[in-house]
């Protein structure tokens, strides 16, 4: 890293911006790779210099005497240029090391441990979120268990939403090449990774900007293109679950992948209305798509197919018709999963100057009718999965209970599976269970 001019004077519009510094074997890169991933899919940026960073982390290497007087220098320049200094990797095995030559980092944690790594940067460095602006929810930012992670595949976005500022935050969609995308899904999963949650703000937008630009992995010729990726990842024998998918009638073609097992029969799509007027004026991608035609074509193409979404309710000029018209598309859709936010201005959005906005009571109101109506959904769907015996991956065990997912369910923003009697079950595992009981989000379930 190289000094650079101050941080910019917007500094709480900008994203958290965290310098990296790391040192050591191949091992040690995979967690900083780790943690940066982890990171980025939470909305920091990775800053250049010291001086662009709010912080910075140092991955230390302790193997031979060199590599720690290496690593203690490295420390030494990053809170000289910086002053706010986290260290993690090997010589983090022996803090007293550290600190006794640099008292003033703000943590040392050891090696391989990025989850803790993580939380540190998360304490001195929060992260800014924002339901409309971040892919991660907010219950996400916390640590990430070691078998899943988020796979970021692009930044920023062509389409201009009318609530949104992401476009202007973060610029226009700027694909990864797909061969790099597939290189560190490779390394996740050889770290251990079981399920991987494709992310970005259009999924199915990817590799437009690139002109789907040909790339290889695995000695094969990829595109870098939505549908190449879902294949190849679903070659990597882990868990692939798509987020951001928008009903576009190229995306007709993954489900097949859904329906062989390749991929999650899972689709994240922000529908966020189902009136067309709304929608209009939300400026959403695919907003003259026939939607529910669509969600019926896929159920028929893959009917294993949980579908979840997000909507706006109260969004300006927001009729009672309109809300009913979205009512009534969510029981003819019957989607899956389901969340809800109250329009709320965003500064800098052109939706701000749309007339009529909609009384809070109102919003109030509308919100408490759609969660109703979207409960009712729920219980109605997870009952009719009662008997039958499905697959979990483990996130947490507490006491003789363990938490998990089926593929119906993703990390923080779904329902979950209770296992009973699965105490030696450990996070990370799968298991075969059989579902016995059901409520409005969550499911309940015996070792098979
Ligand atoms: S698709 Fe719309 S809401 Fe999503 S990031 Fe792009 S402009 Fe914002």
Known sequence: MSP???????????????????LGCPKALVDSERILTRLRAEGYEVAPSYTSADLVVVN????????????????????????????????????????????????????????????????????????????????????????????????????????????????????????????????LVAAGVQELL???????????????????????????????????LGELG?????????????????????AEGRVLPYLDVPFQHGSPQVLRRMRRPAHAEDTLARIAAWRRACPQLTLRSTFIVGFPGETEAEFEELLAWLEAAQIDRVGCFKYSPVEGAAANALPAHVPAAVQEERYARFMERAAAISRRRLAARVGSRVQVLVDEVAGSVAVGRTAGEAPQIDG?????????LKPGAFATVTIHGADDYDLSARLA
Not at 4 to 16: E, F, K, L, N, V
Not at 216 to 225: H, I, L, Q, Y
């Open 4 to 22: 650079s001019p101050a941080p910019d004077r917007h500094r709480r519009r900008r994203a958290p911006r965290v310098g990296f510094v790391s």
């Open 60 to 187: 230390t290497c302790g193997f031979i005497d060199a590599a720690v007087d290496e690593s203690l220098d490295a420390i030494g320049e990053a809170l000289e240029e910086n002053g706010r200094v986290i260290v993690t990797g090997c010589l983090g095995a022996r803090p007293e090391r550290i600190l006794a030559r640099h008292p003033r980092v703000l943590r040392v944690t050891g090696p391989h441990a990025y989850e803790a790594v993580v939380g540190a940067v998360h304490e001195h460095l929060p992260p800014r979120t924002d339901p409309f602006l971040d892919l991660v929810p907010a219950q996400g930012v916390r640590l990430t268990p070691r078998h899943y992670a988020y796979l970021k595949i692009a930044e920023g976005c062509n389409n201009r939403c009318s609530f949104c500022i992401i476009p202007a935050l973060r610029g226009r969609l700027a694909s990864r090449p797909i061969g790099a995308v597939l290189q560190e899904a490779e390394r």
């Open 198 to 232: 494709v992310i970005s703000q259009d999924t199915s937008a990817y590799g437009a900007d690139l002109r789907y630009a040909a790339d290889s992995w695995r000695g094969a010729a990829r595109e870098t293109r939505f549908l190449d990726l879902a294949r190849a």
């Open 238 to 258: 882990v868990w692939v679950r798509l987020h951001y998918v928008y009903p576009y009638p190229h995306v007709d073609a993954v489900l097949p992948l859904m």
């Open 416 to 424: 979950v599976v209770r296992v009973e009697a699965a105490g030696r």
